[in-house]
């Protein structure tokens, strides 16, 4: 059974950091491009970043650029998300996902973590 858990929310001023991890269990990690995403309360799900499986390339959303590093260890099976300069806007249930192959479908996505960035 596979299973994506993060961890590493909680409550951080503006301004602050806060460290998000994924622990993957069930599958073959390596083989996977991972993904962060987040929903904020009566908003749709936002794409944050993603890194491959093959080249650990990454890509992020134009809204968190140059606040948030997206890494992970294969050796762990787990991908982290390093959020910097964290704004009252960041505030969402935070979310990884699992793809196997590139092209917009995951196949696996955990429950989530939240994050509140209070002013």
């Known amino acids: 059974q596979v299973q994506l858990e993060e961890s590493g929310g909680g409550l951080v001023q503006a301004g602050g950091s806060l460290r998000l991890s994924c622990a993957a269990s069930g599958l073959t990690f390596s083989s996977y491009n991972m993904a962060w995403f987040r929903q904020a309360p009566g908003k749709e799900r936002q794409f944050v970043a993603t890194?491959?499986?093959?080249?650990?390339?990454?890509y992020y959303a134009d809204s968190v650029k140059g606040r948030v590093t997206i890494s992970r260890d294969n050796a762990k099976n787990t991908v982290y998300l390093q959020m910097n300069s964290l704004k009252p806007e960041d505030t969402a249930v935070y979310y990884c996902a699992a793809a196997k192959f590139l092209g917009g479908h995951y196949d696996y996505w955990g429950q989530g973590t939240q994050v509140t960035v209070s002013s």
């Open positions: 890194i491959f499986k093959t080249n650990d390339r990454t």
